[in-house]
């Protein structure tokens, strides 16, 4: 047998290999978590909000059976699930009111939050409602605020977690850039669109260096969602719906399962 073809062909075993290795992997960690329990803290990207299907008990935290923590448990059968993410969450409602059912023998903790903190809500009103300058103006405000002061908040949340949940994984989650841009779409402006993009991705930045530095992972869902962004002509987010004002700008039912859950499972 001629080298060069020798060499190929263990090329190949060994790939395959490092891929079988990989799911083994991928499946062990999925049930070291599920066999510890599974707490799901954090706001209305995490409840579901924008994906239907709202558990009735639930009121207006609004959580969802297609919302990613779910969908995760019940593929997963964690020995337990607590729900608490609520709509309308900041840092300090998490603090308040989710913590509860964290403990020593908690396996896996999921989190998304800080977008509420930031002003999220009132900035997109104000991009919809309101000229460039006065966007770009409260948007401004909104970056200025994330870079100042949602580190400490996002800290003492994190810390809270850690010291609950001292043998958790714990996966904070981020924020979907909101817009294609380039793309013929009626509403905002492009410079509107740029600008909200923009301020996501500076979210995301300080969400995520607050998680490595407590040792949490960031699962970083911007990639899942490039081409399913509002204005893609396939979008996983709600645009504004003035039928349902709460659910615009969130992910629908295909966002969840096709955006955060994959970003959930391969951190997990």
């Not at 996002?154 to 850039?177: Q, W």
């Not at 930045?205 to 869902?221: E, L, M, Q, T, Y």
Request: with cysteine.
């Amino acid at each position: 047998m001629r080298r060069s073809r020798l060499v190929g062909i263990l090329s190949s075993l060994l790939l395959a290999a490092g891929a079988a290795l990989g799911s083994a992997a991928a499946a062990h960690a999925a049930q070291t978590a599920a066999s510890g329990g599974y707490v799901a803290l954090g706001d209305s990207y995490s409840s579901g909000v924008g994906a239907g299907s709202y558990i009735s008990s639930s009121g207006d935290c609004k959580r969802s059976t297609k919302a990613h923590p779910y969908l995760w448990a019940a593929a997963n059968s964690p020995t337990s699930f607590d729900f608490t993410a609520c709509s309308g969450a900041r840092t300090g409602d998490v603090l308040a009111g989710q913590l509860g059912p964290l403990s020593s023998s908690t396996g896996l903790v999921s989190i998304s939050i800080g977008g509420n903190d930031a002003g999220f809500a009132d900035v997109m009103t104000t991009c919809v409602l309101q000229s460039d300058s006065v966007c770009l103006s409260r948007i401004a405000t909104a970056t200025s605020y994330v870079d100042s002061t949602l580190p400490g908040s996002l800290d003492g949340v994190y810390s809270a977690i850690r010291s609950k949940a001292p043998n958790a994984r714990v996966v904070v989650i981020g924020y979907p850039r909101f817009y294609q841009l380039g793309a013929s779409c009626i509403g905002l402006s492009e410079t509107k669109r740029k600008a909200i993009n923009d301020a996501s991705d500076r979210l995301n930045s300080a969400i995520a260096k607050r998680a490595a530095n407590h040792g949490f992972a960031f699962g970083d869902v911007r990639t899942p969602f490039t081409g399913h962004e509002i204005c893609s002509g396939n979008a996983w987010l709600h645009s504004v719906n003035w039928l349902n004002i709460g659910e615009s700008y969130h992910p629908t039912a295909a966002g969840q399962s096709g955006g955060y859950l994959p970003v959930l499972n391969s951190l997990a």
